[in-house]
């Protein structure tokens, strides 16, 4: 394909100042991202098995919830009623709430005994995949602006830089496209092979990366999109209507039985298994009923499923995430709806979850890749002295980028056994994840990237091993506290640390490949430390 | 024609300017005429339902005209050329809104 040398031109500064300024943001944002859509394997591995208390069978949950209301008065104004096999029946915010970030939330669990009598326990919110969440989120950005985190801000504008950089990164790419697309140049040396897979990812997964670019944004400013609209639409309500919702106080003895419920939301939405239900504002004049339904065949609007609302008395729908015709979404709920499914990659069950992982590590490479692309360009190939902004941002590249992931790995290797102690395991992640973050990055700028990336792959490659440790050391005495994997899912996150583990180590052996033996002009060469070259600097 | 003036001058700044706030206020300005004309727009009587999936899509279909012209201002010859499209489109667009506003 033709285009003017010119364009060409503008839109190589556009990739190369969007990406370098965007890209380390973007990498901490797709490697937790990746992890998220294992988010409730992650917590039911790092959570005791004792922690969720005992399901009760089908059709008690009705009366378990009615010896909630009498004995916790509290459950009227919100409760959650869970289906799940492995969840407390029911539980309840006794600190905090599901909206906003907060590391000390408290919830109450409940379930009924052998007797059917009601017994309830009140615990720590322990969600790893909450930290994970929230590096996905904000990039681990401190501070917070309005009811979000700042860092939800910054990476909203790290989208906008990101889609420039995708459409720069195609109209350059364009012309040479045809024939190099698949082209994986090894034997033209490493900087062409980065460059050739940074290509061949960016392009390969470019539909998946536009979604993400334009959900993030929309995520982020959607409160100024909706303040644009409101001077657009004048006197119209955004929403709401002009007819008014009849305020009736209802009795909590006429809630109908959930099985009631059940029906309707059957015959609303045929194919779908409730999950969960919360009930808010039973007491008040607005009561309201949540459902979040399941199904492995749809497109699911929320992260893990769909939603339903509806009248929890009267069992009138206002309206759902499904859009099957039977509502009034229009095309526009569909549209919607997509845009959430896309961003979240919640269809397609465990297939789609293991597709949307391997795209959000695929977008962490192409971040970094492009970093290292940015440092090869402006390698000066006749000295061995480099530019300081080349060692600035290579020091920048890898100790974000490991320390991320190495700050991950040690909430993952310390998570078992910080529960043998008394604190508060939110606060303790945080703690973990910012303390190995920012040790990578201080290690990083000391040492230099060459010899940092050495030693930081090790240290994640290490981190990773201790979670299967941890198992064995739990197996090996089972009084220990330490429990052992007991599920599909704990396996699975087990697996996933070997695996990590083995691509470090690979990848450390290739990095001291290149620092070692390879062209001595670059900043990832650095000689061994041995004694004969260390006494040799003594003297 | 000296050949110079044919081509794309950098303007980082002013072009990348009238990406974001050109830019912006014309995808308000596209959404606002498609809000109050298109289909089930603002004057026809919908249901509470169908109003709350029509405005969230109005809103979240601003974000990818708005990054699209963010992407592509690069293309104008220069900053003030980016400028005149992108205001002279955004205030236009923006006078049928507010007519629409007064007469609908």
Redesign the interface.
Known sequence: MKISA??LR??Q??HTWTGITAGLLLFIGFFAGALTMFGSAIDDWATPPDYQLMQVPQGQHDALLRKAFTEHPDTLKNITISFEEGSSPIYWYGRGSARGFSLDDQMWHATLDTQGQLVSELRHVNELSMLIDYLHRSAGIIGEIGHDQAGVYVLGIAA?LY??AL??GVIFLLPSLVKSFFALRKEKGASRFWLDSHNLVGIASLPFHIII??TV??FS??DL??D??S????N??????D?HHQEVRYDINALPNLSEIQKRVEQYAPGYEIKSINFRGLSGKHPSASVAIVSDDSLMRGPHNDFLFMHPFTLEI??SSVTNGQ????V??T??TT?FGLHFGSYGGELGRWLYFIMGLGGAFLFYSGNLIWLEKRRKKQQSAQSKSSKFMANLTVGVCLGSAIGIAGAFALSKWLTLGTWNINVAYMWIYYSLFFAALTGAFTLGAARFSIIGLYVFSALCLIVPLTSLWGLALPNAGIWVPNSLADFGIEAGAIGFALAGMLACKRVKHRVYHGEENSIWYCQKLTSKVSSAHLA | MARNEGKIQPHWWSKTFAGIIAGFLLSIGIVGIFAWLGPDGLTQPISEETRLWKTQFNMWVITPIWLTILSFVYLFRTGVQAWCWLGGLATLTIVIVACLRGLL
Request: aromatic fraction near 24%.
């Open positions: 010119d364009i503008t839109y500064s556009v906008f889609f420039i459409v720069s670019a334009i944004v929309v400013f959607h999109f909706y644009g609209l001077q657009v639409y004048g119209k309500p955004l929403f709401g209507g007819e206002d309206t509502g009034e979404q229009g526009w709920g549209v919607v845009f």
